[in-house]
């Protein structure tokens, strides 16, 4: 997270929005982000927000002997309890393929300035 601080930091803007669950608020990608962003004084964060629910969200595991279903991401998250870093992997369908979820990420390009 110190690498992106800075990087964001140095470029004076936020490139692209988190991913965020549109009924639980849950941020599913750009955690990293968000907690710079945090730091750096920023009090507006762009987000998409998806549903979760959709049969096109999938999600996948870092380690192979892990199992999770988005049950377990959306209790986690409403609880506050944070996962490990690397645990889990959200996918969307999109048409034949099974992407990352942050092919949904939009490209910003807000100031710094603008979210303090």
């Not at 803007?13 to 988190?18: G, T």
């Not at 990293?32 to 999600?59: F, Q, T």
Request: with cysteine.
């Amino acid at each position: 997270m110190k690498k992106l601080k800075k990087e964001i930091e140095s470029d004076s803007i936020l490139k692209f929005a988190i991913v965020v669950d549109k009924n639980t608020n849950i941020i599913l990608d750009g955690e990293h982000r968000l907690n710079a962003l945090k730091e750096l004084g920023c009090k507006a964060i762009p987000v998409v927000y998806i549903d979760y629910n959709s049969s096109n969200i999938e999600i996948q595991t870092w380690r192979k002997k892990l199992q999770l279903i988005k049950k377990d991401i959306i209790e986690a998250g409403l609880s506050g309890r944070k996962l490990p870093p690397k645990t889990s992997k959200h996918m969307i369908r999109i048409g034949d393929a099974l992407q990352h979820i942050s092919a949904l990420e939009k490209r910003v390009d807000i100031s710094l300035e603008e979210l303090r």
